[in-house]
Structures are given as C-alpha cells and as structure tokens.
C-alpha cells in the first residue's frame, strides 16, 4: 500500500509555470510506474504523463515538450513539472501508483490556467 499527496497546484495565467509534486508514505524505489493523471469537469480521467522505476517516461501527445515527469527516490516524491500551460490544462491533477496492478491514487490538486 501507499498513500499520495499531491501539492503545488493553484492559479496560472496562460504561458505560466506549475511544479506538481506527489509525495509517498512509503519508498518508491521499488515501485514500477508512477504517473500523473488529470480530469477536467464533464471529462473522464486522462493520463498525462509516466515514469518507471529505469526513468523510462511516456506523455500524452498534448503536453509533450511542455511537461516533465520527474521522481526522487530519496525523497519518496514524484514531480510534474509544466511549463506553457494553456486553459486547457485546467483539471485537477491527481498521481498515481501502481503496485501489483492495483492503481493507488492521492487526492488530487487543482491547476487553473485563465487569463
């Protein structure tokens, strides 16, 4: 088991930045795919992006060269850092954790891109 919390969300005017961080109750060292989703209103859950345990990272076609998943072992904390954000990037942005093939999910932080 794990327990994520995320931070860093909030408001952003279009073009801004936002460095999400994810941190684990428990070392990630040992755990495989990391990943951060997101889900606007009226919209289904999306992933955004992955990272596992080798740093091998996959996005989604609309934040690639935009964002940029990150994991610290020795901080038992996972980041996305985003970069040129568009207001279609508004969605509350939740990580995840993958152990045993069961999706462990924190509570989620609200990123607001509007002018």
């Known amino acids: 088991q794990v327990q994520l919390v995320e931070s860093g969300g909030g408001l952003v005017q279009p073009g801004g930045s936002l460095r999400l961080s994810c941190a684990a109750s428990?070392?990630?060292?040992?755990?495989?795919?990391m990943g951060w989703y997101r889900q606007a209103p009226g919209k289904q859950r999306e992933v955004v992006a992955s990272i596992t345990t080798g740093d091998r990272t996959n996005y989604a076609d609309s934040v690639k060269g935009r964002f940029t998943i990150s994991r610290d072992n020795a901080k038992n904390t996972v980041y996305l850092q985003m970069n040129s954000l568009k207001p279609e990037d508004t969605a509350v942005y939740y990580c995840?954790?993958?152990?045993?093939?069961?999706?462990?999910w924190g509570q989620g932080t609200q990123v607001t891109v509007t002018s």
């Open positions: 428990r070392n990630i060292f040992s755990i495989y795919l």
């Open positions: 995840s954790g993958t152990i045993d093939g069961y999706i462990y």
